[in-house]
Every structure is written in structure tokens, then in C-alpha cells.
């Protein structure tokens, strides 16, 4: 067995669900797509999508001397339904359990401890979301699957509910060559769903539109009333776009029991949140994805679901 093959044996005993390696090469098509995106100011006020763009579509600015790409996937679908209750606010099922980035981390470093100890003269680096990389160009590259019309990365086997994370090697290895062609086809599904018509052209997303962007991300004392008056519902992110998705219909429980609601809750009650102090939100979302949008956040937006109920 070769060692990439190792690798990717290793990578399931680990536990992530998928796994592909490219080559350490410029992305070219995707930085002219993210200069285009960025020009027209679709990243709203998160002005760290402009720093370092060359880090951004290179890899090894990022680790010099890289040669190798390894892109993980990991399954965080978990059968529970949200409450329709007015009382309550949703929060994105992606934020249910513990905070992804140390989960992901955590099983990152498992990886490429094993192939240190494999060969000690490698040397790589992690990636989770918060280094300057592009994560669903590099899944799509690594043959894990392509990106929908709402942007998201979709899977044949699991559907759109995956995280992703990378390891940057400066190792030669095998690299999947082979890429999952785009399934959308002419589905418009989770355009037409959403409430607030972020998703401006297929494939291509306005967050300044996008009720997770508003509820997560900014950072501004109210929501937009275009949004408020629409977010049926949702407090902390938004999945409608994934919940409509055909593709979804091969979602599968995910193995990591981390990702489960955490108190069993898939909605938090509003008035909790409008009562909560500091010390009581350090408490409950502690190691939670949730703590992205501060107390302020958390605040204004259930100011803005009881306003709208």
C-alpha cells in the first residue's frame, strides 16, 4: 500500500468522513473569482477576506516549499428537528455542538502526527477555516465533491452537512486526479427558498443579503430591516438553503458525538438570551461556535425576531 493510501486509511480510522489530496499549486480560476466577488463588495464588512489574497489561492506562501494538499471532510449532520415555536430562535445546525474549529483541530493533528511519525521529514501545516485558504475550491480540487448554486460544498454521499480542513504538506504525494462534475443542474431550489434573495446569481452569494452573514458576521448596532422583516426564525446562522437542497437527501448521522445539540437544544428561548448576562453566556456557549456573534449579537437578534413576531 502506497503511503498516500495510508494516509487516507488513517484519516478514516481517525474519523473524518472523506478524504483527497491535490497538488500544492496556484488557484488560479478561483482567485479570479474571488477578485471579482470581492470587487463587487459581496463579503460586506468582513474586510479579512481582503487581507493576503496571494495567501489566499497559494498554498505555499502559506507553508514554503509545499507540495501537497490533503482536504478532509467531516460529517456533522445529526438527526433533530428545529422548534416552529415564535418563542424560540434556530441556530444553524452547524453550531449545535462544540465548536467545530477544535474538533476538526484536534483530529488535524492526530493526522499529521501519524505522518510525522511515518516520515519525520515531513512537515506540514493545519488548516481550519480561519487560516487564509480556500477551503471548498481545494475539496472541489481534491475530487470530494463540487460547490452548489448556494455555494456551499456538496457530496455525493453526504450532501451539503461537512466541514472542512486541510493539512499543507511539503511532501510529494499521490494526488486524486479525478473531479466530481457539478450536479445542480438546472435544480434553482435553494435560490428560490431564500427569504431574502442573498443567493444573487447562481453560484454566487451577496452576504450582505444572507441572514447567517447578519446574524453572525456584522457587527452593526441593528439588522438591516430587509433581513429582520425575514428571518423567520432564525437566531444564530441560517440552513435553509441546505435544508431545501436535493442533495440532502443523503444526509447521514455524523459518528462525532461532539456535534450533537448540546442540552438538546436546537433553538435557544429569545427571552433567555434578552436576560442573559455575561457571565451566564460565557457559561452555556462555552467551546461553542455560538460565541462568534458575542452577547451583543445574540442580543440584538433576538430583539429583532421578537420585533418581527
Not at 516520515?119 to 485558504?133: F, L, Q, R, Y
Not at 443579503?209 to 457587527?219: D, G, V
Not at 434578552?274 to 453566556?281: I, N, P, R
Amino acid at each position: 500500500m502506497s503511503f498516500s493510501a495510508r494516509i487516507k486509511e488513517k484519516a478514516i480510522e481517525i474519523g473524518f468522513s472523506g478524504i483527497g489530496i491535490s497538488p500544492a499549486r496556484a488557484l488560479d480560476t478561483e482567485s479570479a473569482r474571488l477578485t471579482e466577488w470581492l470587487s463587487r463588495g459581496f463579503h460586506g464588512n468582513m474586510a479579512w477576506l481582503e487581507r493576503e489574497p496571494e495567501k489566499r489561492v497559494d498554498p505555499r506562501i502559506l507553508l514554503p516549499g509545499a507540495r501537497s494538499v490533503i482536504v478532509v471532510i467531516l460529517n456533522y449532520f445529526t438527526d433533530h428537528e428545529y422548534t416552529d415555536d415564535p418563542a424560540f430562535g434556530k441556530i444553524s445546525r452547524y453550531a449545535w455542538g462544540d465548536d467545530y474549529h477544535a474538533v476538526m483541530r484536534e483530529k488535524l493533528s492526530a493526522l499529521l502526527d501519524w505522518i510525522k511519525l511515518e516520515s519525520p521529514d515531513a512537515n506540514g501545516k493545519i488548516c481550519v477555516d480561519t487560516a487564509p485558504i480556500m477551503d471548498k475550491a481545494w475539496a472541489v480540487r481534491a475530487g470530494l465533491g463540487w460547490v452548489g448554486k448556494h455555494s456551499n460544498l456538496i457530496t455525493t454521499t453526504l450532501g451539503s452537512w461537512v466541514f472542512i480542513g486541510e493539512i499543507i504538506l511539503d511532501i510529494d504525494l499521490d494526488h486524486d486526479t479525478e473531479m466530481v462534475a457539478d450536479h445542480c443542474g438546472t435544480c434553482t431550489a435553494c435560490i428560490d427558498a431564500c427569504p431574502t434573495n442573498a443567493i444573487v446569481a447562481p453560484y454566487v452569494v451577496d452576504s450582505r443579503q444572507c441572514i447567517s452573514y447578519a446574524t453572525i458576521e456584522l457587527r452593526d448596532e441593528n439588522i438591516p430591516a430587509a433581513i429582520s422583516e425575514n428571518l423567520t426564525g432564525w437566531l444564530y446562522g441560517c440552513d435553509i438553503c441546505q435544508e431545501v437542497c436535493p442533495w440532502n437527501r443523503f444526509e447521514k448521522p455524523s459518528a462525532e458525538s461532539r456535534f450533537g445539540p448540546r442540552l438538546g437544544e436546537t433553538s435557544v428561548e429569545l427571552a433567555t438570551i434578552a436576560d442573559m448576562t455575561h457571565d451566564q453566556y460565557v457559561s452555556r456557549f462555552r467551546r461553542s461556535a455560538i460565541k462568534r456573534a458575542k452577547l451583543t449579537g445574540l442580543k440584538r437578534n433576538a430583539a429583532a425576531l421578537r420585533s418581527d413576531g
